[in-house]
T-cell receptor
C-alpha cells in the first residue's frame, strides 16, 4: 500500500539559510500533520492542515511556515535556520473521514533529517 | 487530551508475549487510546487503537479496562524486530498526537 512520502530524506544547511521540506500524503488523504523530533526527544506537533486550510498549530517557531496545496501535498518552509533546528521532521497524513473505510488514524512518513551546521 | 503514564523501559524474551501497560486515569468518554511505536529514528508506526472494547489486529492486541483508566498492549510473540519505543497516546477525534516518554521495549534473544 502507498505510504506517506517525504523529501528530501536528508538535508544539510548552514545557519541562517532556508530549507523546504515536502510531504506527499497517502492518496485520498486530505489532512497533513507536521512533527519535529529533536535528538533524544519525543516527536512534537508543529502544525496541521485540513483541506488546504491550517487546522491546528503547535509549537512552531515564527520562522517556520507551512501550506497545503490543491493536490494535498504540504511543504514546511524554514527560514533563518538555527543550530537548534537540527532534528527529524515527520509528516503524517490522515484519511478523508467522508469516505467509507477511511479512519481518523495518522500514518507517518519516514521523516527528513535536517542538520544545521 | 488526557495524559498517559508508561514505564520507562521493559525487557522481553524473544518468542514470549510482551505486555506493555499504560495508565490514563483522566481519559474522557470521547477519547481514544492509540498505540504507536518508533524503531530507531524511523517514522512512528501505527499499531492499534480503541475506545472501550478490546481490539486485535495482525500486529497486537489492546486490552482496555472497563473503567478505561488503563490499557495494555500485547505483542503475542515478540521478535527482535519489535525492539522499539512504544507510545500510548490518548486523543480526541481529529486532534494531533501528543507523544510523551513512551516505553523502551528491548526484546532479547
Amino acid at each position: 500500500a502507498a505510504g506517506v512520502i517525504q523529501s528530501p530524506r536528508h538535508l544539510i544547511k548552514e545557519k541562517r539559510e532556508t530549507a523546504t521540506l515536502k510531504c506527499y500524503p497517502i492518496p485520498r488523504h486530505d489532512t497533513v500533520y507536521w512533527y519535529q523530533q529533536g535528538p533524544g526527544q519525543d516527536p512534537q506537533f508543529l502544525i496541521s492542515f485540513y483541506e488546504k486550510m491550517q487546522s491546528d498549530k503547535g509549537s512552531i517557531p515564527d520562522r517556520f511556515s507551512a501550506q497545503q496545496f490543491s493536490d494535498y501535498h504540504s511543504e514546511l518552509n524554514m527560514s533563518s535556520l538555527e543550530l537548534g533546528d537540527s532534528a527529524l521532521y515527520f509528516c503524517a497524513s490522515r484519511g478523508n473521514l467522508g469516505l467509507a473505510g477511511d479512519t481518523d488514524t495518522q500514518y507517518f512518513g519516514p521523516g527528513t533529517r535536517l542538520t544545521v551546521l | 487530551d488526557a495524559k498517559t503514564t508508561q514505564p520507562t523501559s521493559m525487557d522481553c524474551a524473544e518468542g514470549r508475549a510482551a505486555n506493555l501497560p499504560c495508565n490514563h486515569s483522566t481519559i474522557s468518554g470521547n477519547e481514544y487510546v492509540y498505540w504507536y511505536r518508533q524503531i530507531h529514528s524511523q517514522g512512528p508506526q501505527y499499531i492499534i487503537h480503541g475506545l472501550k472494547n478490546n481490539e486485535t489486529n495482525e500486529m497486537a492486541s489492546l486490552i482496555i479496562t472497563e473503567d478505561r483508566k488503563s490499557s495494555t498492549l500485547i505483542l503475542p510473540h515478540a521478535t527482535l524486530r519489535d525492539t522499539a519505543v512504544y507510545y500510548c497516546i490518548v486523543r480526541g477525534a481529529g486532534n494531533m498526537l501528543t507523544f510523551g516518554g513512551g516505553t523502551r521495549l528491548m526484546v532479547k534473544p
